[in-house]
């Protein structure tokens, strides 16, 4: 099937809609499908056209463009993505944002179209989702939407109730790391949080919350991996707390890294003080075994299951969280025995070949009219 899948960014940007389709897009290529991808330019240095895994990535300066507010250069980006549409002839549309560029895909859709699959990977803003939106359009026009959590999907129908009869879930996947886990050290307790250093992610909350632990472990270290505007608070409100030897920031990893990064922790914590529509991080801990931590908020409840994979906690409670860390640390036997629930369920419940099974019965689904 060819298949034009439609993404605000693509890598080197590491998020999660960049680390999933990085892994799905090159394994619906090995089956045979035909793949683009349309992103956006979010760096110098990177080409128009360029070729990953036998996937063909194609990047358009849209975000540039609008800001630019130049009405010449609109109309020739929307020309250039209608040739790239009539170019490669796509069965099925995989839109997988509803970000600004939305309003190009829209615009070229009149000279060449196709059924759309729709990916929610973020909570919807009820105020963007009115029939006169430009994510409202995007919405109602898509013939199947999928959403990577029932959180989600309960959020979707309770916006928008007719989506009720063409929308589903499925839940990303991801293959078991080839680097085995090792036991998780417990003399120098190490937790670890990683992802973008944004407001949003909580992780002032694990330094709060670390302030606490470290009176009943001194050893204890936090890690804190990933690059943000947040940063530089981070670093200054570890100082303030007197954690600044105990508080390390490793900057990027790559996701290659990540199972390397988890192995040197003890247990992973994921204070996000916002709905995570899924919890990739999570996954990732829990396939290499490691009890999670994580706040009580959209689908990370999904993800983590109270007292058996890990703990949940109130969303902005350092106080709680920083319980829930020294419960683990105290007894490491449970931690143990979280941690290898965890990986029993991320590889069960979330298993890679499902996943991709599931994506090719999304695109039929959507060339076929949406009937299940």
Known sequence: MRILFWTDWFLPSIGGVEVFSARLLPALARRGHRITVVAGHDRAGLPDETDFLGVTIRRFRFHQVLAANDIGRLAETIGCVARLKQAVAPEVIHLNTLGPSVLFQ????????????????SPLAAELVGADTLYGRALR?????????????????RHLPEMERRSSVVYYGMEPPALPPVP???????????????????????????????????????????????????????????????????????????????????????????????????????????????????GLVEVVQDGVTGLLVDKESPGQLAEAVIRLLRDPIAADRMGAAGQNLARELFGWERCVDEYERLYQWTLDGGDQ
């Not at 709060?208 to 670093?235: C, I, K, N, T």
């Not at 920031?249 to 192995?263: K, M, Q, S, Y």
């Open 141 to 157: 026009s898509a013939r199947w939407v999928n959403c990577n959590s029932r959180a989600l999907r309960v959020d979707l129908c």
């Open 184 to 298: 998780r050290p417990t003399r120098d307790p190490v937790v670890l949080g990683y992802g973008r250093l944004v407001a949003d992610k909580g992780f002032d909350l694990a330094v709060h919350a670390f302030a606490a632990v470290q009176r009943h472990f001194p050893s204890a270290r936090l890690v804190l991996a990933g690059e943000g505007a947040a940063r530089p608070d981070l670093e200054r409100l570890a100082a303030e707390c007197g954690l600044a030897n105990a508080v390390r920031f490793v900057g990027a990893v790559a996701p290659e890294d990540v199972p390397a990064l988890i192995n040197a922790s003890s247990l992973v914590v994921v204070p996000s003080r916002w709905d995570e529509p899924f919890g990739l991080v999570a996954l990732e801990a829990a396939l290499m075994a490691r009890p999670v931590i994580a706040a009580r908020a959209g």
């Open 106 to 121: 829209l615009q070229s859709s009149t000279r060449r179209s196709a059924p759309v699959l729709l990916t929610l990977h």
